[in-house]
Structures are given as C-alpha cells and as structure tokens.
C-alpha cells in the first residue's frame, strides 16, 4: 500500500521530478489566466470502465504544489469503476489544481491501466493454483507505481529490483559455463535466506538445475508440450515459473500444466492507460 510513510520515503521524489520535468521555470498558462491565488475545485471523472489505481498518488502531486489541496475521493484502490463516474474531487489553490492536472492524471491513468490489466489476467488463474507475476520490464522511474498497480490488480510481485534476489538467466549462465556451474558460484556468494532461481530453456538444462539444487526453475519461452515435460521431471523439486510468451489467451493452458507461477512483462509494459480527466474546475471563494 502506498500509504503517506511510503509516499514521503520512496515516492515524493519521483511525482516531484515528474512535476519539474512539465514545469522548469514556470507554467506560463496558468499564471496568464490565474494571476491571484484562489480556492478552487474540479471533478475526477472516468471515461472507460476499468479499475482504478494510484489515487493517493494523483493527490500527491496536487499537495506537493499546495500543501492544503484535498481530494475527496469516492472509490478506492482496487475498485471498478464506469465510464461517466465522478470519482472524486479535488479542491485546492486553482494554481495548483492547473499545474498539477497532466502530472497526476499521467500517473493515476497509467497505474489504473496496470491494474485493470493485472485484474483481466488474473481472474483467468481462477481456481488455479498458478500464481500471476509481473516483471522488471518497467517503465524507467515508475517502477514503484507500476509494481503497486499489479498487486492492486490482483497478481504477486516478482523481484523488485537486482538486488532483491538471485535470477540467472541466459547470460548469467553464458558468464559462469554451464547451468550447474552459475547454481554453484550463486549458492556459494548470495546470502543463505536466498533462493536461486535459474532460466531454462531445453530439457536438458531442467534436469541439470533440478541436479544441481536450484530452488526455482523457469521455463523460458517453452511450448506447452515441453513446459509439461519439465514440469514431471522437476517433480516438485523445485518451485516452477513459466515465462515468454505469456498471452491472456495461454493462461488458462498454462495453469493446467500446473506450473506454481506464471510471469507477464505485458502487465507494465503494454497496458494501455484508463482514461480519466478533471473536468469543471471552478472558483471556490
């Protein structure tokens, strides 16, 4: 949850670069038109039907610009909402509800996209007991939203970042000579609370991890034939993960191989955004 501790430690300094990054000196059309400082109010309307994400987020960045800006919101994260729905309503200094607008409406549309994608994908996991994952194929500098955005959408977070765990991958395997090989030197250098995760992508380099003491396998870019082959000679040796390729439309034949988890970079980095837009800014005083 990105309550208002996470907000100040981890997520005030990527809205406000977001925020400088539309506004270097100052923002020439509102100052035109707003000369004073004065009360306002303007609706949150949704535009399409979806879920919503990221609301606590789109009132940081109206706080930042003025630290008595509200918002009154509705709904809460996680929730569907309609086209045509007020959302909630933002009241602060008309400046800062100008300035603030594409800021906070880029971040909320775009977290609500996430969600509402994560939600599509994971009600097809439905009685499974496949795990939806997401990946680092984040968007630069939103990695904290959009991790957020999955959860609230229904699905697991992956690692968060290089340091948060051991994933080896092809390249990784490629550096240290063989799967076997890359398993030895991670167990003898990661700390002993970590698991090693390690990419595959033929049989035979299944049953090399599976030797070697992997904890968890990913099937990389398998078909369905392969992905279930691997998945008897592992025999719940270790945890399995499939990964490429990963479709809305494959889910449902992915769970039935019974994988324990299922990874999709599309989830932040082809969701398309939930439209929304503040409307009906109006003087308040």
């Given amino acids: 949850m990105i309550n208002g501790v996470t907000m100040k430690i981890n997520v005030d300094e990527y809205i406000l670069n977001a925020i400088k990054e539309d506004i270097t000196s100052e923002d020439v059309s509102t100052n035109a038109v707003m000369p004073e400082n004065r009360r306002g109010s303007a609706e949150l309307i949704c535009k399409q039907d979806g879920i919503i994400c990221g609301l606590s987020v789109f009132e ?8 008595t800006a509200r918002f009154d919101t509705r709904v809460k994260d996680g929730d569907a909402v309609k086209k045509g729905q007020l ?3 933002v009241y602060g200094d008309i ?3 100008l300035s603030a607008e594409r ?14 994608m994560t939600r599509e994908y994971a009600d097809e996991l439905k009685g499974y007991k496949t795990v939806l994952l997401d990946t680092r194929k984040t968007t630069p500098n939103m990695r904290p939203f ?3 955005a999955v959860t609230v959408g229904g699905g697991k977070n992956h690692r968060y970042n290089l340091s948060d765990g051991v994933l080896l991958k092809d390249n990784h395997i490629g550096a240290a000579g063989s799967v076997a090989k890359a398993i030895t030197m991670a167990k003898e250098y990661a700390p002993f609370v970590r698991k090693i995760e390690i990419e595959t992508e033929t049989l ?16 990389d870019n398998m078909d369905n034939d392969t992905m279930k082959k691997a998945v008897e000679l592992i025999g719940g040796r270790a945890q399995t993960e499939c990964s490429g390729n990963v479709t809305k439309k494959r889910l449902r034949e992915i769970a ?6 299922v990874s999709c970079g599309a989830l932040t980095h082809s969701a398309p955004i939930l439209d929304l837009s503040l409307k009906n800014l109006k003087p308040t005083e």
């Fill in 60 to 67: 940081r960045a109206f706080t930042l610009l003025d630290e």
């Fill in 146 to 148: 959009e991790k957020y």
């Fill in 204 to 219: 035979d380099q299944v049953k090399e991890a599976v030797e070697a003491g992997a904890d968890i396998i990913m099937l």
């Fill in 95 to 97: 400046k800062a509800l």
């Fill in 256 to 261: 039935e191989i019974g994988v324990d988890f």
């Fill in 87 to 89: 959302i909630g309503v």
């Fill in 103 to 116: 800021t906070g409406l880029n971040f909320l549309q775009r977290m609500s996209g996430i969600a509402t």
